[in-house]
């Protein structure tokens, strides 16, 4: 995709789904349609506003089985289905006879969502690995046919399921899995848009900032060209920078569990540069300097072992400090993009001394992508996309913590 140019955006359409006909909604009364794919989210969401010049308020009407599908991209490579969650606000919006037009507003939530949150479940496992069980509930309670891309887990565990929904268990289990292929804890569980629709993705945070050959856009995103239809030219850009009270969890503690079994009190001390030397970073040097400090936390979490105790605050710890430097930019739409994959910004410096700014350049982790269709943008079809990246590259500043994982291009075009 490298110096490739952006085709045609405004090629999509939205189809309402009504007593299984299909609806096609004319572009030019669609107000506004989003929806938004994120990693630490475990569902996508959406919402479309657009005048109802079919009378579907009046000839539905909707009973809560309608569906949208948004087909989008270069020739339509992108179909995504919807189920109808909510119908909201409805106004009228002109009142001569004999007929008036109503402006609609729907929210919508991909399939797993009820699967997820409406049913209640009993079950039990014995010694087995979490990443098995969580295989169990997409085969039996969630019925979910999308492809499945998962990090296997290497430790087991004893589970009893009492009566919970599958996304109260799929929490509780993702604290407490710890990666195979990452060796650390930190799992997501998360739908986004690869292949033609949904891919429900299982993995750590470490496996995602690691992770070349999966996850990688090779295509190089930049401020400075002249073509703004370039699919890789920042439009717009804003950064959410580091916030001081969100080091109190971050500059370490204690935190202590109960075996059963043997009857003892468990601890676990933890430093915030324990949490930097076992995560992988984008970039040498941390975002923080040492700021390692016991005193701040004192938690009981009641883990019954002592790894499951390391692998619930690592997990707690690393999404924690991975949301603490968010970069927003705005790109033309492109439906090869979603959250999960890495990109590499080429960011300038305003030094005159160096070329490419020596903190913030290089490479990120999309944490979401809001895929924007309708009128009023320079584009029919754009995407904000929140980026994470938790080091920086090459700063003089020497109190920031050296990377002990490190996940940056010897041979970046971008450094």
Same mark, same amino acid.
């Given at each position: ?122 079950? /039990?496992?014995? &010694?087995? +690995?979490? !990443?098995?069980?969580? $295989? ?7 019925? =979910? ?94 950064? /959410?920078?580091? &916030?001081? +009270?969100? !080091?109190?969890?971050? $500059? ?7 075996? =059963? ?105 999309? $944490? ?48």
């Amino acid at each position: 995709m490298a110096g490739e140019l952006q085709q045609d955006t405004s090629i999509y359409n939205v189809q309402i789904i009504i007593n299984n006909k299909p609806i096609i909604l004319d572009n030019e009364n669609i107000v506004s349609c989003f929806f938004i794919e994120d990693i630490f989210k475990h569902c996508m969401m959406g919402k479309i506003v657009f005048n109802d010049v079919h009378g579907l308020f009046e000839f539905g009407p909707f009973t809560g089985n309608e569906q949208i599908i948004i087909t989008y991209g270069v020739g339509y490579d992108k179909n995504v289905i919807f189920d109808i969650w909510k119908v909201g606000k409805i106004t009228q919006t002109g009142t001569s006879e004999p007929a008036s037009t109503n402006m609609m507003e729907i929210q919508f939530v991909d399939p797993t969502f009820s699967s997820y949150t409406l049913r209640k479940y009993s079950r /039990s496992w014995s &010694d087995t +690995t979490i !990443t098995t069980i969580m $295989k169990y509930f997409f085969d039996h309670m969630l019925n =979910i046919t999308t492809p499945l891309n998962m990090e296997i887990s290497k430790n087991k565990i004893d589970f009893v399921m009492p009566y919970w929904t599958t996304l109260q268990s799929m929490k509780y289990l993702s604290r407490r899995a710890k990666g195979s292929e990452s060796n650390s804890s930190g799992y997501l569980v998360y739908n986004n848009t690869d292949n033609n629709g949904f891919t429900t993705n299982i993995h750590t945070l470490n496996y995602l900032f690691d992770d070349l050959g999966k996850t990688l856009d090779t295509s190089l995103y930049k401020f400075e060209s002249d073509n703004v239809s370039e699919i890789n030219k920042i439009l717009e850009l804003w950064i /959410s920078g580091l &916030d001081k +009270t969100a !080091t109190k969890g971050l $500059k370490g503690g204690t935190w202590r569990g109960y075996d =059963i079994s043997n009857k003892e009190l468990l601890n676990k001390s933890y430093t915030y540069t324990e949490g930097i030397q076992n995560s992988v970073l984008l970039g040498k040097k941390s975002l923080y300097p040492n700021i390692n400090d016991s005193r701040t936390a004192n938690i009981m979490l009641g883990e019954n072992s002592l790894e499951d105790l390391e692998n619930v605050l690592y997990n707690d710890w690393v999404k924690k400090y991975c949301r603490q430097n968010v970069i927003n930019i705005i790109v033309n739409g492109h439906e090869k993009r979603s959250a999960g994959k890495q990109i590499e910004i080429v960011w300038p410096s305003v030094s005159k001394s160096e070329k490419y700014n020596k903190g913030f350049g290089g490479r990120y982790l999309i $944490k979401s992508i809001t895929h924007f269709f309708g009128r009023g943008r320079s584009s029919a079809y754009t995407q904000r996309m929140v980026l994470l990246k938790n080091a920086y590259n090459d700063l003089d500043l020497t109190s920031l913590v050296e990377a002990t994982k490190t996940n940056i291009y010897s041979n970046s075009i971008g450094r």
